[in-house]
């Protein structure tokens, strides 16, 4: 298991899409890199929580000609006890030391016909007191349209099955229908967007192979993504189109701060609150209990895009 190949592709991936979206933006990403020693945190009951060491580069940009904001994150981070977050479906592993790293990037555009992003790729290890070594990997890319377009949502998914066409033929259904299962609002019983692939977990067959699989959704998303803002950038909006965006931003908000797994493993593991809330868009609206006009662009969005189904 050599998890310095896996830094030195992450942090590769980073640098490519950072790179990539600057021809597409025309304004550089500021990168911000960080380090952290290992500590112990005292709260107000006295008792004290471990900080394990860290490092990492986090990539932004703010008030781009196309990205609102725009973060590209690379972290790898340590430490002594396994979060209550990691451990909820391995209680074996209560009390290992850690290691994780991982690349997580989220776009939001300013012009509301193209879409919001996400993608990440991570690898996690855990190390038993016996000596023996536990990895996963996980990952994954989606597509959270404010305006649905039909071939837009069809080329991202295509892309999606292409990342896997390599390895076993089964995983894209399986890995689509995961995405469509966890990026999903409870609480609002909606999904967040039109679904992409995500997968956790991985460790089967084996490292090499799991490591093959993580590179290769890595590598696809640029070309998932790219082709659909470069499209809609520059598309004419007004004011409603504006205003619907922003709206539909909320829930992305909520998604992250409420089910988000990485957001939630980040902020248990006392990691770096400027990286994992990159993600969050700049300027988002709520409103009471609004409903969509029957027969508007908004109201298709609900009933033909924000419903699960076989895009490819």
Excluded at 9 to 29: A, P
Excluded at 35 to 61: F, H, M, P, V, Y
Excluded at 137 to 160: A, I, K, N, R, S
Excluded at 261 to 273: A, D, E, K, V, Y
Aim: proline content about 5%.
């Amino acid at each position: 298991m050599d998890s310095t190949a896996v830094k030195k592709y992450l942090l590769e991936l980073q640098e490519l899409i950072v790179e990539r979206l600057e021809q597409v933006d025309g304004k550089k990403f500021i990168r911000d890199k960080w380090q952290r020693e290992a500590s112990n945190k005292t709260d107000s009951n006295s008792s004290q929580t471990s900080i394990g060491k860290g490092e990492g580069i986090s990539c932004i940009l703010e008030e781009g000609n196309v990205l609102e904001r725009g973060g590209v994150a690379f972290s790898h981070v340590q430490g002594d006890k396994m979060p209550a977050s990691a451990t909820a479906h391995r209680p074996e592993l209560a009390g290992c030391s850690w290691e994780a790293m991982g690349v997580s990037l989220v776009m939001h555009p300013r012009n509301p016909y193209a879409p919001t992003s996400h993608a990440n790729v991570r690898m996690f290890m855990a190390h038993k007191p016996d000596g023996e070594t536990v990895f996963w990997f996980g990952g994954g890319m989606d597509l959270t349209p404010y305006y649905g377009f039909e071939e837009d949502t069809t080329h991202f998914h295509q892309v999606c099955k292409n990342a896997f066409a390599p390895f076993d033929s089964s995983l894209h259904a399986k890995y689509k229908k995961w995405c469509d299962e966890y990026f999903f609002l409870k609480h609002r019983n909606e999904p967040r967007g039109v679904g992409g692939i995500f997968f956790d977990d991985l460790s089967t067959p084996d490292f090499d192979t799991c490591f093959a699989i993580q590179q290769s959704v890595g590598d696809h998303f640029l070309s998932a993504y790219v082709p659909l803002l470069e499209k809609r950038k520059d598309t004419p909006y007004g004011e409603r189109e504006r205003d619907f965006q922003l709206y539909r931003r909320g829930r992305y908000v909520e998604f992250n701060l409420v089910v988000d797994r990485g957001t939630i493993f980040g902020l248990q593991s006392n990691g770096r609150t400027e990286s994992i809330l990159l993600s969050m868009p700049p300027l988002v609206k709520w409103r009471y209990d609004w409903q969509p006009e029957k027969g508007t662009p908004e109201a298709e969005l609900y009933e033909k895009y924000l419903v699960p189904r076989d895009w490819v």
